[in-house]
């Protein structure tokens, strides 16, 4: 029978079962949620217990969402967070979590902490981020709980009176307190008197956790340190005799100098400052990884795209114009005076929406080349599940990446650089002129480096770099990620990792590999294209024999300049050890060099760099440039000390082995700090001091792993049911 034919014949049986079908559809996800809900607990069952005999119920948890949303109906929520206070900032974000606004929170705390000297590194920052997910009701009502054990309580009157305050000032005096309350309460079912207790609970919490965040344990050794390290300054005139300017007189060392140098420092990693290595020698190789490429040049995709009409550029503006607005001030001849919103014409600003339309129509088409060639080089994922796969079934699944370019390169006529690399370190890749200028945009307002992303791959373990929630995912290898565009706007790319590799010792001297780098800036070609570990060694052979050369001349430069001058010392050095630059054949190997009051490095210092950079890949080259300066003005310091001890003057010289270089010093002073001005700012020293272990310690206090392990929190078991992890805030609701 024809099919139509059938439909026509069966019409009123097939209306029927239609209907029956919507029936379902409509009735079952109801139906599903009861079945979902918990089965045997009432309103007043233990949901979850906390303390030594605290218990939440359903009709908690409902309680503390009211209570939220009547606070959130309050402004509180936006109040907290708007406050340049560390603990008012993550209280706000652990009660009112804000998917949207919270990668741009996030960003401020970490401007915070850097402007304003914190202790706190952005790694820990994202763990707060990544915890503080879950459940605010709970966070609620165990912090409540912590306050009042503490006896810290807050009358609903003196939370009446802050509203008072507080209300008009957020609503820009639209609306006073007395009536904001009332409407909010009426609406989520509660009593002014029920509002207000809230919100003291809210007052409560802040001043428990100042308490124990005040810690006032700054001593008095710490604090003169810190005035000494603030106020003392080092000036001098020196010039650098480092031993890269001597290479040319070393000579070649044997086998058995190379292999001793290599045996004696092929455990440290490059850099590593230390007693055993004063120098910073070290051949052990950092984390590496490997990773396929494809690259186009954003000029050869221009030629794809047509610029922007007259019609576009001007319907844009139509439908953006609040986005072309700017403040002046109505009289303009006081800056004093008000300002008013002035919106700008479409004359003014149609250049620029061309340009922006322009750049989104090329970026728009080199992600549709690209995208294409990974559909292609990943068109077997489609039925996997690569979640559960492990790296070897998704790397038999993998495609060829120069075969998926070739065919999108041929289907839109645009060349696609392709390639694997070595396995490469993040200096080598951040040094290369196309890898190194490599970002992927994020829900953060900044982008993320290639490194900070590829480096975050699982299989360099506890060496591989932390992504923030707000950065994108972290990449699985051979699954590729992207696109990433570079900082100028010249090319875009899309990469995976193929391989990684953590710090290890090389098997013997003998190791190199070819880079395999890009070359598609036209300097490329110029980049050292091959890694020789032997001919490293050999020249830190040569650097220790150039050292002593530095230090000769030195000592020569000095005997020059007290029989004659410094001029004329310094025109004889240039003159028989001094390179002539193609480049810049005036610019001078040997010249003097100023340092005009320069502060001393604490090892404070040290630590908050290190704290601050936390998570990131490179980070050790930072901390040992930030170690090896400190050293430098130290040692400057301290032989101003020493020369001032024993009544003696400058020129000197002082020899410096991290450097590998001696400074032949013309001047040297350091500026000296009284008993009576630290008297002055001893008080103000104690509180700034205060204030910033204060602000670091709240991090810790709100940090949601933190909370629930004060509050010991763990979901109720039901009978013949395997115990829920008691860190997981959200198992207790399928108890």
């Given at each position: 029978?024809?099919?139509?034919?059938?439909?026509?014949?069966?019409?009123?049986?097939?209306?029927?079962?239609?209907?029956?079908?919507?029936?379902?559809?409509?009735?079952?996800?109801?139906?599903?949620?009861?079945?979902?809900?918990?089965?045997?607990?009432?309103?007043?069952?233990?949901?979850?217990?906390?303390?030594?005999?605290?218990?939440?119920?359903?009709?908690?948890?409902?309680?503390?969402?009211?209570?939220?949303?009547?606070?959130?109906?309050?402004?509180?929520?936006r109040?907290?967070?708007?406050?340049?206070?560390?603990?008012?900032?993550?209280?706000?974000?652990?009660?009112?979590?804000?998917?949207?606004?919270?990668?741009?929170?996030?960003?401020?705390?970490?401007?915070?902490?850097?402007?304003?000297?914190?202790?706190?590194?952005?790694?820990?920052?994202?763990?707060?981020?990544?915890?503080?997910?879950?459940?605010?009701?709970?966070?609620?009502?165990?912090?409540?709980?912590?306050a009042?054990?503490?006896?810290?309580?807050?009358?609903?009157?003196?939370?009446?009176?802050?509203?008072?305050r507080?209300?008009?000032?957020?609503?820009?005096?639209?609306?006073?307190?007395?009536?904001?309350?009332?409407?909010?309460?009426?609406?989520?079912?509660?009593?002014?008197?029920?509002?207000?207790?809230?919100?003291?609970?809210?007052l409560?919490?802040?001043?428990?956790?100042?308490?124990?965040?005040?810690s006032?344990?700054?001593t008095?050794?710490?604090?003169?340190?810190?005035f000494?390290?603030?106020?003392?300054?080092?000036?001098?005139?020196?010039?650098?005799?480092?031993?890269?300017?001597?290479?040319?007189?070393?000579?070649?060392?044997?086998?058995?100098?190379?292999?001793?140098?290599?045996?004696?420092?092929?455990?440290?990693?490059?850099?590593?400052?230390?007693?055993?290595?004063?120098?910073?020698?070290?051949?052990?190789?950092?984390?590496?990884?490997?990773?396929?490429?494809?690259?186009?040049?954003?000029e050869?995709?221009?030629?794809?795209?047509?610029k922007?009409?007259?019609?576009?550029?001007?319907?844009?503006?139509?439908?953006?114009?609040e986005?072309?607005t700017?403040?002046?001030?109505?009289?303009?001849?006081?800056?004093?005076?008000?300002?008013?919103?002035?919106q700008?014409?479409?004359?003014?600003?149609?250049?620029?929406?061309?340009?922006?339309?322009y750049?989104?129509?090329?970026?728009?088409?080199?992600?549709?080349?690209?995208?294409?060639?990974?559909?292609?080089?990943?068109?077997?994922?489609?039925?996997?599940?690569?979640?559960?796969?492990?790296?070897?079934?998704?790397?038999?699944?993998?495609?060829?990446?120069?075969?998926?370019?070739?065919?999108?390169?041929?289907?839109?006529?645009?060349?696609?650089?392709?390639?694997?690399?070595?396995?490469?370190?993040?200096?080598?890749?951040?040094?290369?002129?196309?890898f190194g200028t490599?970002?992927m945009?994020?829900?953060s307002?900044?982008?993320?480096?290639?490194?900070?992303?590829?480096f975050?791959?699982?299989?360099?373990?506890?060496?591989?770099?932390?992504l923030?929630?707000?950065?994108?995912?972290?990449?699985?290898?051979?699954?590729s990620?992207?696109?990433?565009?570079?900082?100028?706007?010249?090319?875009?790319?899309?990469?995976?990792?193929?391989?990684?590799?953590?710090?290890?010792?090389?098997?013997?001297?003998?190791?190199?590999?070819?880079?395999?780098?890009?070359?598609?800036s036209?300097?490329?070609?110029?980049?050292?294209?091959?890694?020789?570990?032997?001919?490293?060694?050999?020249?830190?052979?040569?650097?220790?024999?150039?050292?002593?050369?530095?230090?000769?001349?030195?000592?020569?430069?000095?005997?020059?300049?007290?029989?004659?001058?410094w001029?004329?010392?310094?025109?004889?050095?240039?003159?028989?050890?001094?390179?002539?630059?193609?480049?810049?054949?005036?610019?001078?190997?040997?010249?003097?060099?100023?340092?005009?009051?320069?502060?001393?490095?604490?090892?404070?210092?040290?630590?908050?760099?290190?704290?601050?950079?936390?998570?990131?890949?490179?980070?050790?080259?930072?901390?040992?440039?930030?170690?090896?300066?400190?050293?430098l003005?130290?040692?400057?310091?301290?032989?101003?000390?020493?020369?001032?001890?024993?009544?003696?003057?400058?020129?000197?010289?002082?020899?410096?082995?991290?450097?590998?270089?001696?400074?032949?010093?013309?001047?040297?002073?350091?500026?000296?700090?009284?008993?009576?001005e630290?008297?002055?700012?001893?008080?103000?020293?104690?509180?700034?001091?205060?204030?910033?272990?204060?602000?670091?310690?709240?991090?810790?206090?709100?940090?949601?792993?933190?909370?629930?392990?004060?509050l010991?929190?763990?979901?109720?078991?039901?009978?013949?049911?395997?115990?829920?992890?008691?860190?997981?805030?959200?198992?207790?609701?399928?108890?």
């Amino acid at each position: 029978m024809h099919l139509v034919k059938w439909f026509r014949k069966n019409m009123t049986k097939l209306m029927a079962i239609f209907v029956i079908l919507i029936m379902i559809a409509f009735i079952m996800p109801t139906v599903l949620q009861q079945l979902s809900k918990p089965r045997n607990i009432g309103l007043e069952n233990a949901m979850w217990l906390y303390g030594k005999d605290k218990k939440i119920t359903v009709n908690d948890m409902r309680q503390a969402t009211t209570e939220l949303a009547v606070l959130r109906g309050l402004y509180v929520n936006r109040f907290l967070i708007s406050q340049p206070d560390l603990k008012l900032m993550l209280l706000g974000q652990l009660l009112f979590p804000e998917t949207v606004p919270a990668a741009a929170l996030s960003d401020e705390l970490k401007k915070m902490t850097v402007q304003d000297h914190y202790y706190i590194s952005p790694s820990r920052i994202d763990d707060f981020f990544a915890q503080s997910h879950g459940r605010p009701e709970l966070y609620w009502i165990g912090l409540k709980y912590e306050a009042s054990q503490a006896g810290c309580a807050v009358s609903s009157a003196q939370a009446g009176e802050i509203l008072n305050r507080l209300i008009p000032q957020m609503t820009n005096n639209q609306i006073d307190a007395a009536t904001a309350v009332k409407r909010i309460c009426s609406a989520n079912g509660m009593t002014d008197e029920q509002g207000l207790t809230a919100f003291a609970d809210v007052l409560s919490i802040v001043i428990y956790s100042r308490i124990v965040s005040d810690s006032e344990n700054v001593t008095e050794s710490q604090m003169e340190n810190m005035f000494a390290r603030a106020k003392v300054k080092v000036s001098a005139e020196f010039v650098p005799f480092k031993a890269e300017d001597f290479l040319n007189k070393a000579s070649e060392p044997d086998d058995a100098q190379i292999m001793a140098q290599f045996e004696k420092y092929k455990n440290y990693l490059p850099g590593t400052i230390s007693e055993d290595n004063p120098y910073g020698f070290g051949y052990k190789l950092m984390p590496r990884i490997s990773l396929d490429y494809m690259i186009i040049k954003l000029e050869d995709v221009k030629k794809l795209v047509t610029k922007p009409t007259e019609e576009e550029v001007e319907d844009f503006y139509q439908h953006n114009l609040e986005r072309f607005t700017e403040q002046e001030p109505v009289d303009v001849n006081d800056p004093n005076s008000k300002t008013a919103a002035r919106q700008k014409s479409y004359a003014e600003v149609a250049e620029a929406i061309r340009d922006g339309l322009y750049a989104r129509k090329v970026n728009s088409q080199g992600t549709k080349i690209l995208n294409k060639a990974v559909e292609q080089a990943e068109s077997k994922f489609e039925s996997l599940d690569l979640e559960k796969m492990g790296v070897e079934g998704i790397k038999s699944k993998a495609g060829d990446y120069t075969a998926a370019a070739e065919a999108s390169s041929k289907e839109f006529n645009v060349k696609i650089y392709t390639g694997r690399t070595a396995l490469l370190s993040t200096e080598e890749i951040q040094s290369n002129k196309d890898f190194g200028t490599l970002m992927m945009a994020g829900q953060s307002r900044m982008p993320v480096r290639l490194t900070r992303l590829a480096f975050s791959v699982k299989q360099l373990g506890s060496e591989a770099s932390k992504l923030s929630p707000f950065d994108p995912p972290m990449p699985k290898m051979y699954v590729s990620f992207g696109p990433l565009s570079d900082t100028t706007g010249n090319i875009m790319a899309m990469v995976r990792v193929v391989d990684a590799a953590g710090s290890a010792v090389p098997a013997d001297i003998g190791f190199s590999y070819q880079r395999n780098l890009p070359e598609i800036s036209e300097d490329a070609k110029a980049e050292n294209k091959v890694f020789i570990l032997k001919d490293n060694v050999i020249k830190d052979c040569k650097r220790l024999q150039g050292l002593k050369f530095a230090e000769d001349a030195a000592k020569n430069f000095l005997e020059t300049v007290k029989k004659q001058s410094w001029d004329d010392a310094l025109a004889k050095i240039n003159g028989s050890s001094g390179k002539k630059g193609k480049a810049e054949p005036e610019k001078k190997t040997f010249a003097i060099q100023t340092w005009n009051e320069v502060g001393r490095v604490s090892q404070m210092d040290i630590e908050a760099i290190k704290m601050r950079i936390a998570g990131s890949t490179s980070t050790e080259n930072v901390v040992n440039q930030a170690i090896i300066y400190g050293k430098l003005i130290n040692a400057f310091y301290s032989k101003s000390e020493d020369m001032q001890a024993k009544n003696e003057k400058p020129p000197t010289i002082i020899e410096f082995e991290p450097t590998l270089s001696c400074y032949a010093v013309k001047s040297l002073s350091c500026s000296s700090v009284s008993i009576d001005e630290y008297q002055k700012v001893r008080q103000q020293l104690a509180f700034q001091q205060d204030y910033i272990d204060s602000q670091s310690m709240a991090i810790e206090h709100f940090m949601p792993e933190n909370i629930l392990k004060r509050l010991n929190l763990k979901p109720v078991k039901e009978p013949n049911k395997p115990g829920a992890d008691s860190n997981d805030i959200n198992a207790g609701e399928n108890s």
